[in-house]
């Protein structure tokens, strides 16, 4: 009883803590998103007297991908955190599709994002219960064509019950590669118009990543997408990739214009590509 009491206190506390971030009193309702984003003159910082990011402007289209790489600690997933509005900057404004996100309805703007992170969440009951929670009530065809899409359907019904399948808590009967295309075709289902994609790639092997990559190029059509990846050779496709270092955005262009200047990112791709070599070798 005393455990269980000091487990509730525990619980309740954290649903009584009161959110940071909040709709304004005269938020608007955000529209079908078209997919514009654009910092402006971004800068952030977790504590007071703290920089994360120090002014930080981009602009990414309708339907572009957009690639985050740099050192661990320069920033990517701050931007990724202002992009979803868990936090809001300290100077600057995140404009999507023109609204400033402190000016539309939480609820409304987040409904109309996907995210796949790299530890992906697989929660116990079916295959199909776990692609279906991108959107719930989606018709089986609907479902079986998210998992084709993204090349899960084949070891799907290669399983021993098909899309009744039973999944462990945190899918420990799956393999990283298996639990990483569940994920997309969840996000598939439900059809965000922000696709964002953080360090989805960096725990497979090649084989699967080979077979995650197509998943990924049909993922991306027709969205905008963000991609933060220390695998470099997973974001060559891009349209745009942003060096983050320091908090700044260092470098910006596609995966030839960047190895033509020979900067920041030609180092990191080369050492990259040296590092898999010799282990090519070393095998």
């Known amino acids: 009883m005393l455990s269980a009491m000091a487990s509730s206190h525990r619980v309740f506390e954290f649903l009584d803590t009161k959110p940071q971030v909040v709709d304004a009193p005269d938020a608007l309702c955000m529209p079908k998103i078209k997919g514009r984003v654009e910092f402006e003159n971004v800068s952030f910082g977790y504590q007071d007297g703290q920089v994360v990011l120090d002014n930080v402007s981009f602009c990414v289209e309708p339907g572009q991908t957009v690639a985050l790489v740099g050192p661990t600690g320069a920033g990517k997933t701050t931007i990724i955190n202002l992009l979803t509005r868990f936090y809001d900057p300290t100077a600057g404004s995140v404009r999507v599709d023109g609204y400033d996100l402190r000016e539309v309805k939480l609820e409304s703007y987040r409904s109309q994002l996907g995210i796949v992170l790299q530890d992906t969440f697989i929660f116990s009951g079916t295959i199909k219960e776990n692609i279906e929670y991108g959107r719930l009530g989606a018709e089986m065809e609907e479902i079986i064509a998210a998992a084709k899409a993204v090349n ?21 009967t799956l393999s990283t590669g298996q639990r990483q295309l569940l994920a997309f075709a969840r996000a598939l289902l439900a059809d965000p118009r922000i696709l964002i994609l953080d360090e989805a790639t960096s725990s497979i092997d090649t084989e699967t990543e080979q077979l995650i990559q197509r998943a990924m190029e049909r993922l991306f059509k027709g969205r905008t997408a963000f991609v933060i990846a220390h695998r470099l050779s997973t974001i ?16 910006k262009g596609s995966h030839s214009q960047l190895m033509q200047q020979r900067g920041r990112y030609y180092e990191l791709y080369t050492k990259q590509h040296q590092h898999l070599t010799d282990i090519i070798r070393a095998g």
Do not use: K, L, Q
């Not at 899960?152 to 420990?172: K, L, M, N, Q, V």
């Not at 060559?236 to 470098?251: F, L, M, T, Y």
């Open 152 to 172: 899960a359907h084949d070891f799907i019904i290669s399983s021993s019950d098909g899309y009744e399948t039973s999944t462990e808590e945190r899918g420990g």
């Open 236 to 251: 060559r496709n891009a349209d745009v990739i942003c060096v983050i270092d320091s908090g700044r955005i260092v470098e």
